[in-house]
């Protein structure tokens, strides 16, 4: 099979496609056709060297999501058969043309979405649904706000909130992002700079001073301390991305005062039983709100495989609005 390869730690430069053998089902595991793939900061960092892939997948070939048709079925598994279109995430090994993937943590396609739409998908809405709804627990009437809102993370949270019949509200860097997630259904939006307190004052006035319930924190860092000036009381914040920050300087008497909860949240890293959950409720809460239009995919771009160095450049440039996608075949 044709894959892509990090063939050393470093920058974009490092990415080859390489041929790899076909890797081969376990009874437990199906193994996908990878028609397309799509991007994620882990596979930046995992490509500088300092995210390796979790035990058990491969090494040195990214991808965390894929999109693609199943090829061969572990003697084990009743619920595929050869053809079913199926995505999911995976610990790895998607940026390539065959995927071995457990057979519980696939989902079935819905027949309009095309395979760079499907592709779009898994990460985003696994990790907005199974933070926000499985995890902060959201009702419906309740406010999130969402940073990074024009992120593929973010884009699914905000779909996702009014789905739940939530209010959603973000910020981003980008004036241009607000407005176009206010055509995804966000229904207050602030653009930031370096000062993160006119985010409280915004959510007061959005608010009409009560606060935010549920904040996604996708960019952590200095956004922390934002988030927790900006909650309701018995508020919820999920810490789910670093790229503002790994480290922050909070107000614990504010977290105790309004009895907030604070809970950070990795996929990744979890255990196949846990990555079967997440997958079963993606299947049976999320898939057939694609199918029936109420959710849509966002996709930023589309590249090759054999591009796969200018689709890392224009993920890391922070220039997108939802995903950049990888058509593999
Ligand atoms: N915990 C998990 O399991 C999990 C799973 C998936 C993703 N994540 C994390 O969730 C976040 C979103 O992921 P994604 O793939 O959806 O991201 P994405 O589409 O790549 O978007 C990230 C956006 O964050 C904003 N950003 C970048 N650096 C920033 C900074 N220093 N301060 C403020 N904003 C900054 C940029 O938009 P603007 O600056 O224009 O607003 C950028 O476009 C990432 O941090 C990612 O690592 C975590």
């Given at each position: 099979m044709?894959?892509a390869?990090?063939?050393?730690p470093?920058?974009?430069?490092?990415?080859a496609?390489?041929?790899?053998?076909?890797?081969?089902?376990?009874?437990?595991?199906v193994?996908?056709?990878?028609?397309?793939?799509?991007?994620?900061?882990?596979?930046?960092?995992?490509?500088?060297?300092h995210?390796?892939?979790?035990?058990?997948?491969?090494?040195?070939?990214?991808?965390?999501?894929?999109?693609?048709?199943i090829?061969?079925i572990?003697?084990?598994?009743t619920?595929?058969?050869?053809?079913?279109?199926?995505?999911?995430?995976?610990g790895g090994g998607?940026n390539?043309?065959?995927?071995?993937?457990d057979?519980?943590?696939?989902?079935?396609?819905p027949?309009?979405?095309?395979?760079?739409d499907?592709a779009?998908i898994p990460?985003?809405?696994?990790t907005?649904?199974?933070?926000m709804i499985?995890?902060?627990?959201?009702?419906a009437?309740?406010s999130?706000l969402?940073?990074?809102?024009?992120?593929?993370?973010g884009?699914?949270?905000?779909?996702?909130?009014?789905?739940w019949?939530?209010t959603?509200c973000?910020?981003?860097?980008?004036?241009?992002?607000?407005?176009r997630?206010?055509?995804?259904?966000?229904?207050?939006?602030?653009t930031?700079a370096?000062n993160?307190?006119?985010?409280?004052?915004?959510?007061?006035?959005w608010?009409?001073?009560?606060?935010i319930?549920?904040?996604?924190?996708?960019?952590g860092?200095?956004?922390l301390?934002a988030?927790?000036a900006?909650a309701?009381?018995?508020?919820?914040?999920?810490?789910?991305?670093?790229?503002?920050?790994?480290s922050?300087?909070?107000?614990?008497g504010?977290?105790?005062?309004?009895?907030?909860?604070l809970?950070?949240t990795?996929?990744?890293?979890?255990?196949?039983?846990?990555k079967?959950?997440?997958?079963a409720l993606?299947?049976?809460?999320?898939?057939?709100?694609?199918?029936s239009?109420?959710?849509r995919?966002?996709?930023d771009?589309?590249y090759?495989l054999?591009?796969?160095?200018?689709?890392?450049e224009?993920?890391?440039?922070?220039a997108t609005?939802?995903?950049v996608?990888?058509?593999?075949?």
């Open positions: 044709r894959a390869v990090i063939t050393r470093g920058g974009p430069e490092v990415l496609i390489e041929q790899r053998p076909d890797p081969e089902a376990g009874p437990a595991e193994l996908v056709r990878v028609r397309a793939s799509a991007l994620n900061r882990a596979d930046l960092l995992q490509r500088e060297g995210y390796p892939a979790p035990p058990g997948w491969p090494p040195d070939i990214p991808g965390m999501e894929f999109a693609g048709e090829a061969a572990g003697a084990r598994v619920e595929w058969r050869v053809g079913d279109r199926v995505f999911g995430i995976a998607a390539a043309e065959l995927l071995v993937i057979g519980a943590c696939v989902a079935r396609v027949d309009q979405l095309s395979w760079t499907a779009s990460e985003a809405f696994i907005a649904h199974d933070a499985v995890q902060a627990e959201l009702r009437g309740e999130v969402i940073h990074a809102v024009g992120s593929g993370v884009l699914a949270a905000t779909q996702l909130a009014r789905a019949r939530a959603p973000g910020t981003a860097r980008t004036a241009e992002k607000i407005e997630a206010r055509t995804l259904g966000l229904a207050d939006g602030l930031v370096s993160l307190e006119v985010i409280a004052a915004a959510v007061e006035e608010t009409r001073g009560r606060g319930d549920v904040t996604l924190d996708l960019v860092g200095d956004y301390p988030s927790i900006a309701a009381p018995r508020g919820r914040i999920m810490l789910i991305g670093t790229v503002a920050g790994r922050a300087t909070v107000s614990v504010a977290i105790l005062r309004k009895r907030l909860t809970r950070g990795v996929l990744r890293a979890r255990s196949l039983d846990e079967r959950a997440a997958t993606f299947a049976r809460d999320v898939v057939p709100l694609f199918a239009g109420v959710l995919p966002t996709v771009s589309v090759d054999d591009q796969i160095r200018a689709a890392h224009r993920l890391a440039s922070n609005f939802g995903k996608v990888l058509r593999v075949a």
